[in-house]
């Protein structure tokens, strides 16, 4: 979301007759845009502020984007006295004007109000990818969870309407972009603000309706919100990708519970059963925090218990990361740093065996890649499947396949990724 978010804002500043340039050495507006899902990722803000400063010399105006700006607000000023702006993602529809504001001279400027019911659409987006393009859909997030700062980064839920979201899917298509990508904190709780009324079932069903796209993938589901109708909506149209990621965070329903992620393991379990039953094969993938405060060894072994019973085909780790305005924030923590450590690896190791037995499974099979890029020096051609795996792959032609779709046989498979040869030999 942050990716995409980056380039609405690029494509805001060329409309406002700005010119990007390749690094903040040539730039005399820096505008830094930032995550503060974990501490760690926030520690970097300001450490790559200080280098700035450093290394940019006089005369050059600097900004403070994202989550680190909501949570942190004024206080950047007086942190890195050479900010000029500050603006959180909920106030990016005011862009145009702080940027007004900041020609001016003024070296105060900022944007944090969370009060919007406004989405930050622009038909300006500058995209980085010539193929996949992201489409928000939902902006914000009213759930709740215990150890998250977003709700209070990204303020409330606000959904586009579903006319705004067609419209773009459909220009999309018209440029030549093939495979759409919606996003969303929680997809799952799309509600078109239009008479229409769509849910987000419909919306993805419609979406991959559109001529041209050939494929369509969104992120990220909350399981509570994640309805039968969405698998059933996949099974009817293969554009839809044989990809769902699935957050879990925790195997233990007492863990969930303080985490109050509104469901147990065994609803969690549900959805999984829906999509193993489903007409086709589903990758499923998800996230895992360990070490949420309270966390006891007991409920840790049904996390990895978890692992063996999903089967998994990726999954993204975290040490628990004590955030401000947060409940767990309240919460007596005993579980060390060491231990968080140790039940991060236990995971990390658990999943990579996992991995290794599933994508081997996968030696012999044909499948059908977007051809994203070159790796020269290996000689490979670097493609996507449908189930979101790399594929590298040979092919007798040495140009012209980026944004192509081929099948591909694949020949040897590792944890992370897989190796094949194209089967459309010229
Ligand atoms: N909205 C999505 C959801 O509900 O799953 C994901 C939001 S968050 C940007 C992505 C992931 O970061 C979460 O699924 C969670 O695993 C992790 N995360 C969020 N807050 C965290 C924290 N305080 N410490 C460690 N991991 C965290
Ligand atoms: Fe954070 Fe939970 Fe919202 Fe996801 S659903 S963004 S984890 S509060």
């Not at 970097?44 to 942190?72: H, I, P, S, T």
């Not at 900041?102 to 109000?113: F, P, Y």
């Not at 069903?205 to 992120?219: D, H, K, L, S």
Request: hydrophobic share 35%.
């Amino acid at each position: 979301m942050n990716a995409h978010d980056s380039e609405k804002v690029i494509g805001t500043l060329l409309a406002e007759g700005y010119q990007q340039v390749e690094t903040p050495d040539e730039a005399h507006l820096v505008l830094y845009n930032t995550c503060s899902i974990r501490d760690k990722a926030e520690q970097k803000v300001f450490n790559r502020l200080q280098q700035f400063k450093r290394d940019a010399g006089k005369g050059k105006v600097f900004g403070v984007l994202g989550c680190v700006a909501q949570q942190e607000g004024e206080k950047i000023f007086e942190r890195a006295p050479h900010v000029s702006l500050v603006a959180g993602s909920a106030s990016y529809t005011k862009l145009p004007e702080m940027l007004v504001q900041l020609e001016a001279g003024n070296r105060h400027v900022t944007g944090l109000s969370l009060d919007t019911d406004e989405t930050f659409d622009t038909p300006f987006t500058r995209r980085d990818n010539p193929h996949r393009a992201y489409i928000t859909i939902i902006e914000g997030c009213d759930k709740s969870c215990a150890y998250c700062v977003v709700p209070f980064t990204r303020g409330p839920e606000r959904s586009r309407t579903s006319a705004s979201v067609m419209a773009e899917a459909q220009r999309l298509a018209e440029q030549g972009y093939t495979e759409i990508q919606l996003l969303g904190q929680n997809v799952n709780s799309y509600r078109d603000p239009s008479p229409a009324g769509w849910d987000f079932a419909i919306l993805l069903g419609r979406v991959a309706e559109v001529p041209g796209i050939r494929r369509v993938r969104y992120t990220t589901s909350h399981p509570r919100d994640f309805v039968r109708a969405i698998v059933e909506t996949m099974d009817a149209n293969p554009v839809l990708c044989d990809h769902v990621h699935l957050p879990v965070q925790s195997g233990a329903s007492r863990v969930l519970a303080a985490m109050d992620r509104l469901y147990t393991r065994e609803e969690y379990l549900k959805r999984i059963e829906w999509l193993k039953s489903a007409r086709r094969n589903y990758s499923i993938t998800t996230d895992i925090i360990v070490g949420f405060p309270g966390e006891t060894e007991k409920d840790f072994e049904q996390t990895l218990d978890l692992l063996d019973q999903v089967q998994y085909d990726s999954l993204f780790s975290f040490k628990y990361s004590p955030r401000p305005h947060t409940a767990a924030l309240a919460m007596p923590d005993p579980v060390g740093d060491d231990e968080k450590q140790r039940r991060l690896v236990a995971v990390q190791e658990r999943q990579r065996a996992i991995q290794i037995r599933r994508n081997a499974d996968l030696i012999g099979t044909v499948q059908e890649v977007l051809v994203e890029g070159r790796n020269q020096a290996l000689g490979q051609w670097i493609g996507r499947t449908s189930s979101n795996r790399t594929l590298n792959f040979t092919d007798p032609r040495g140009e012209g396949l980026l944004g192509k779709y081929l099948p591909v046989r694949v020949t040897r498979s590792g944890p992370n990724s897989l190796v094949g040869e194209s089967v459309t030999v010229v």
